[in-house]
Nanobody, 117 residues
Framework: QVQLVESGGGLVQPGGSLRLSCVAS????????LGWYRQPPGKQRDQRDI??????????NYADSVKGRFTISRDNEKNSVYLQMNSLKVEDTGVYYC????????WGQGTQVTVSS
């Protein structure tokens, strides 16, 4: 059974930082591309709202809105993917889901990130 479990969300003030983690099980982790997408408040979850993506060979891509502020990384030995979020803005608020994709697409249950003063 495939599982992706996120952690690290919370409430943070604008300008602050958070680090999200996602641990996967049940897949050949190193063969999968990984990433994070965000569901903003009041919107349906949409897999196209990707904020960061990292390929199986470690190449990272970011949405324009987070470039220079967010960093995605992976640790294949720990079956984990991370999202370091710096200089957070109110508009970064949402539920963050990690995903793994190869021939199939898997995602976790999400972790809430709230940026508010």
């Amino acid at each position: 059974q495939v599982q992706l479990v996120e952690s690290g969300g919370g409430l943070v003030q604008p300008g602050g930082s958070l680090r999200l983690s996602c641990v996967a099980s049940g897949i050949g982790f190193s063969d999968y591309a990984l990433g994070w997408y965000r569901q903003p408040p009041g919107k349906q979850r949409d897999q196209r709202d990707i904020v960061a993506h990292i390929t199986a060979d470690g190449k990272a891509n970011y949405a324009d809105s987070v470039k220079g502020r967010f960093t995605i990384s992976r640790d294949n030995e720990k079956n984990s993917v991370y999202l370091q979020m710096n200089s957070l803005k109110v508009e970064d608020t949402g539920v963050y889901y990690c995903y793994a994709i190869q021939t199939s697409w898997y995602w976790g249950q999400g972790t809430q990130v709230t940026v508010s003063s």
